[in-house]
């Protein structure tokens, strides 16, 4: 069974630095690409950007561009998204998802989400 | 970026009704493959999103066949042909075809009357 696990929920000061993680399950985890995706208090969806386990090859969108840092480790078959420093706008749920391509945006499979709260 | 417009955004419905949400893309979806990468998205309450329609209308597995998807170009529909309970959530069609940003629609809200 597929599965896409993430890390619990954080509370963070503004200024500090977060990252989160995803734990792919039940397939080949280097085979497909990891997507990220931002929903913010009762809004709607917005794609931050995708990464190839297998090499690293990472895409972001450009309103996401330097905002944040995608990574992954396959030894371990985990994603992260990391902040260097957050704001409290960063405030919003955060869902990984599996995508077979990187063309197409078909994300087949997500993890829970991760729900970040920046506030002092 | 390209701007997914759905509308309505609210649609109230009755049980075992038909309903119908309507997604407009700024450019054409079509790729340089030949496919028009849309999807259709489901989030129920307080739960992740999770795919139900790809490439316009390929129904995911263990979508209801009351789901359907349509469309061309730059206009989209999902059909739900009977509304069930179930299906109260918010559902946004999602372009895959333009790069380097992916973008969602709004989101429309169905809700039982």
């Given amino acids: 069974e597929v599965q896409l696990v993430q890390s619990g929920a954080e509370v963070k000061k503004p200024g500090e630095s977060l990252k989160i993680s995803c734990k792919g399950s039940g397939y080949s985890f280097t085979s497909y690409w990891i997507g990220w995706v931002r929903q913010m208090p009762g809004k709607g969806l917005e794609w931050m950007g995708i990464i190839y386990p297998g090499d690293s090859d990472t895409r972001y969108s450009p309103s996401f561009q330097g905002q944040v840092t995608i990574s992954a480790d396959k030894s371990i078959s985990t994603a992260y998204l990391q902040w260097s420093s957050l704001k409290a706008s960063d405030t919003a749920m955060y869902y990984c998802a599996r995508h077979p391509s990187m063309v197409g945006g078909e994300a087949d499979y997500w993890g829970q989400g991760t729900l970040v709260t920046v506030s002092s | ?113």
């Fill in chain 2, 1 to 113: 970026d390209v701007v997914m417009t759905q509308s309505p955004l609210s649609l109230p419905v009755t049980l075992g009704q038909p309903a119908s949400i309507s997604c407009r893309s700024s450019q054409s979806l079509v790729y340089s493959d030949g496919n028009t990468y849309l999807n259709w998205f489901q989030q129920r309450p307080g739960q992740s999103p999770r795919r139900l329609i790809y490439k316009v209308s390929n129904r995911d597995s263990g979508v209801p066949d009351r789901f359907s998807g349509s469309g061309s170009g730059t206009d989209f529909t999902l059909k739900i042909s009977r509304v069930e309970a179930e299906d109260v959530g918010v559902y946004y069609c999602m372009q895959g075809t333009h790069w380097p940003s992916w973008t969602f629609g709004q989101g429309t809200k169905v809700e039982i009357k």
